[in-house]
């Protein structure tokens, strides 16, 4: 049991992150965030002891995180991360490097849930490629795959900031 | 040309998430040194994982929310909650003793009632009281802080004995008032404490007909955890929404300031 709260503690703060930016919603996030420490604590010992407590955590929290993004896809509901997380967008825009968190925000919120899943495990919770495509259930290539569409659609977005007509055309829905 | 093996998407992907090895990086970097548009392309992705990171970065600085407590969640689970006394079983066993003695059915009214007497009962009632009156934001307490004399000599008179207020502070709890509560044994008297972070503690005392003088009983459920003694037919018991480990030095500093008092 000690050994579980030594791995699994410091990573709660990133699995409510990762919950947070996938559902848009801190709150149902959170809940999911419980769910997924609950699971962990009662299957801690089925784990692989050389198994990675990141990658393993993520693998569950990912599957409640779809379960439920799929009960809310029926209910219709959708909360823009903006809404969710007032501290996230809150920060001064980066100015020097002439990209805006709250664009970039926006541009993530809009990316397919599989593309963000995936951006958001490499890239803010820095998993391998392995690691996450464990976390999804899917091939490497499709991690990658994934990851090479997500990033071009980010920066098509960010480009189509620049030309005013252009994104508000690309932003509606 | 570098003439080893062509460049691939991936390994673009695995150069904005540092995620080849050097030798490869090397010839990544020789490759974008050649095509300025790739190289462009890459470095807007990698300002954008910057971004990313920094806009995301709060979120996981917030202070973790009491639910998602660790050791909590861990306790929980140890200690499942008392299936047996609810839900399909107690339908199950209600019908079972029915039927096995007709009359008999009312056994299980020892297993349906709360403990009816000693140190049980008083951690019940603690802990009823506490449910009542400490999520209370408007009038947690009748008697502030400020006429602490006036309350305890309230206390005083119904218990019919001196009750003091214990000193908390040492634990970061302050006192911020009481009242005189009923229980099924006769008055009580319920003190209220606060960390000043939204915590609070609520210590009931009242006097025992049985069990005068118990060493220290813990109880958790859900996420309160109550201790309760009692020392000289008076009987105390701390209530907190904090796990064993962290209330228990609390109630030792309260008990020892009692044995002291009384």
């Known amino acids: 049991m000690r050994d579980m709260m030594l791995l ?45 407590a990141r990658a393993w955590l993520f693998t569950i929290l990912h599957n409640l995180a779809m379960n439920r993004m799929r009960q809310t896809a029926r209910r219709g509901a959708h909360v823009q991360v903006e809404d969710a997380s007032p501290a996230a967008v809150a920060r001064a825009p980066d100015q020097e490097a002439g990209i805006h968190q709250r664009d970039v925000l926006q541009a993530l919120d809009r990316l397919p849930d599989d593309q963000r899943a995936v951006l958001l495990l490499v890239t803010i919770e820095e998993l391998s490629y392995a690691d996450a495509a464990k976390a999804l259930g899917v091939p490497i290539g499709t991690v990658m795959s994934r990851l090479s569409r997500a990033r071009t659609r980010l920066r098509e977005e960010i480009a189509g900031r620049d030309q005013p007509a252009v994104s508000h055309l690309r932003r509606v829905k | 040309m570098n003439g080893g093996r062509p460049i691939t998407e991936d390994d673009l992907q695995g150069y904005i998430d540092d995620a080849i090895d050097s030798r490869r990086r090397a010839e990544v970097q020789a490759y974008l040194a050649s095509h300025p ?38 306790d929980r689970h140890r200690r499942p909650r008392r299936d047996w006394r609810s839900g399909p079983w107690q339908v199950a066993a209600a019908l079972l003793l029915m039927v096995l003695g007709g009359a008999g059915g009312w056994g299980l009214r020892s297993v349906q009632e709360p403990p009816r007497a000693g140190i049980a009962a008083l951690a019940q009632e603690a ?30 008179r119904r218990l019919e004995r001196p009750v003091s207020i214990p000193d908390l502070s040492g634990a970061g709890y302050s006192f911020i008032g009481g009242r ?19 915590t609070r503690l609520t ?14 009983k813990l109880e958790t459920e859900g996420h309160v955890t109550s201790v309760s003694w009692s020392r000289d037919g008076l009987g105390f018991s701390l209530v907190g929404p ?11 500093v309260a008990r020892a300031q009692f044995s002291r008092a009384i």
């Open chain 2, 242 to 252: 904090l796990d064993q480990a962290q209330i228990h030095p609390i109630a030792d």
């Open chain 2, 127 to 156: 802990t009823e009281s506490y449910a009542v009156y400490a999520p209370d934001m408007g009038r947690p307490v009748e008697i502030k802080a400020a006429d602490a004399p006036q309350l305890v000599q309230w206390a005083s």
């Open chain 1, 8 to 52: 699994i503690e410091p990573l709660i703060p990133r699995l409510r992150r990762y919950a947070r930016v996938l559902l848009r919603d801190s709150a149902a996030a959170d809940d999911l965030v419980q769910d997924c420490l609950e699971r962990a604590i009662s299957r801690w010992h089925q784990r692989r002891a050389d198994g990675d």
């Open chain 2, 180 to 198: 005189v509560v009923p229980t099924p044994h006769g008055p009580a008297v319920l003190y209220m404490f606060d960390n000043g972070k939204g």
């Open chain 2, 37 to 74: 548009e790739v190289a462009e392309r890459i470095a807007i992705d990698r300002a954008l994982r910057d971004t990313l990171r920094d806009a995301l970065a709060p979120i996981a600085d917030e202070p973790v929310p009491a639910e998602l407590n660790l050791s909590r969640l861990v």
């Open chain 2, 203 to 216: 210590l009931l005392a009242r006097n025992m007909a049985v069990d005068r003088d118990t060493p220290m």
